[in-house]
């Protein structure tokens, strides 16, 4: 996850967080800017009525810019109107409504596509309405955005006070988080290990712990389900 602030030349320049004594940082997670991340970050945060923003941990959002694949698409009839259900496989999916004219792009299921949109919520549920939307020209664009927010999503969990009491280690996980992603990383096959195969080598964590992990991890980027939602390998293996 990283925040960017629209700046001069034909892009977004990357902001910089401050130091604890920055008297800016309670501006810096202020809404500005777009929010690079995962739809599950989207999924996660909680809607703040009161301050007209969605807010991830400590940090608030209304702008984000996510890639993923096209599962479903819905085109009103003599209309401009287009929805897409999009998926990043982190564990959840999220419609997407484009108000486009008849010059754009005619976008089909199994396309992969970069979103920028504002998150908006609708009968209880977060969905984005689309400043733009564009295919995706190669797969590298999709390896640094996953790198992007796992990189970003480690240093706003490693500013975030801890409030349950759980031990983090110095490289930010937990004990348990830790133990999964140590084990994720020897799966030598491409659909990596179940979470039975998890839970039975890590049996100082009951299964429940074990599952409410890979959710989180997933959702982070750290991880990924590959042939089911129960096999997960580690993003990067090495």
């Not at 702008?63 to 982190?90: C, K, P, Q």
């Not at 419609?95 to 004219?101: L, N, R, S, T």
């Not at 988080?177 to 659909?191: W, Y």
Request: proline content about 1%; aromatic content about 8%; some cysteine.
């Amino acid at each position: 996850m990283a925040l960017w602030e629209q700046g001069g030349g034909n892009g977004f320049q990357q902001r910089k967080a401050g130091g604890e004594g920055d008297p800016n940082n309670g501006q810096r997670s202020a809404i500005k800017g777009v929010l690079t991340c995962t739809i599950r970050t989207i999924l996660n945060a909680k809607h703040s009525e009161a301050e007209n923003c969605f807010i991830y941990k400590h940090f608030k959002f209304n702008t984000v810019m996510i890639m993923g694949l096209i599962r479903d698409v819905n085109h009103e009839v003599n209309g401009s109107l287009a929805t897409y259900n999009l998926d990043d496989h982190s564990g959840g999916v999220i419609e997407i409504k484009w108000w486009h004219d008849d010059s754009g792009e005619s976008l089909k299921a199994l396309t992969y596509v970069k979103v920028v949109g504002q998150v908006k919520v609708f009968s209880g549920r977060a969905h984005i309405v689309a400043h733009h939307i564009s295919r995706l020209q190669s797969l590298n664009e999709l390896v640094a955005h996953s790198i992007e927010c796992v990189h970003a999503s480690m240093a706003i969990r490693k500013q975030t006070p801890t409030t349950n009491g759980t031990k983090t280690n110095r490289n930010g996980f937990t004990l348990i988080q830790n133990a999964v992603i140590s084990f994720l990383k020897t799966a030598t096959t491409p659909e990596g290990f179940s979470v039975t195969e998890i839970s039975l080598q890590l049996k100082q964590f009951n299964e429940n712990q074990v599952r409410q992990t890979l959710e989180f991890l997933s959702g982070e980027g750290h991880i990924y389900s590959t042939t089911d939602d129960d096999h997960f390998r580690t993003a990067n293996n090495n």
